[in-house]
């Protein structure tokens, strides 16, 4: 597991409960000014872990533009609403170990799915495809998720909308849902995806 923490050691442990001897982990740092700047190659790490007030002071779109799939806030749990609001994978709170930092990276790693025509892939929230990534909203994501999970076979509408968070079956918020989920695949590239994306039946299948 290859992590990049923006910033340097001494900003790295202060934010640890305490220091552990856990199972290693390698571990890289990066000044800030020089990440923002695109000076670092982030593609061989798995996350990212940035410091809160770094990544919401990040101009909107240059941060999840160049990070690792899974990027991890830090810092004080009253800014964690905000920083997922900014597009975070998710949110370590202040003082926090190495296990749980560890843990968190695992989660994720495991929660990637490649999509049917294995041109893009979901990791976590983030949508990466050839022509860029998206950050998908919570429900929306496990929405896709599922449905790669069970592509060539059909889910109920009742499924996904559970799974969703829509809370009911009457109206066409699902329908509007999937047709984002349409327009997010489009965007980065899925377009043979987003075709294969359709209702039928009462239920949703992605081919």
Known sequence: ??????????????????????????????SYDAFTGGLADVEPFDALVVP???FLSTPPGRLSGAAPAVTIACGPASIADECFEAGCTDYLCEPWGETELRARVKSWAQS?????????????????GPSGSVILSEGD???????????????SRSTLAAVAGVGTMTGR??????????SALRSVGAVDSARGLKAGNGAYSMS
């Open 1 to 30: 597991m290859r992590l990049l923490f923006v910033g340097d050691r001494e900003e790295y442990y202060r934010s640890l409960a305490g220091r552990e001897d856990g199972e290693p982990f390698s571990l890289s740092f990066i």
């Open 52 to 54: 809160a007030m770094r």
């Open 112 to 128: 990637r799915r490649r999509a049917p025509d294995g041109v893009v892939s979901l990791e976590g929230r983030r949508l990466v």
């Open 141 to 155: 994501g496990r929405l896709l998720a599922l449905l790669l999970a069970s592509r060539g076979e059909p889910v």
């Open 173 to 182: 918020a699902l329908d509007m849902r999937v047709s984002r989920l349409r």
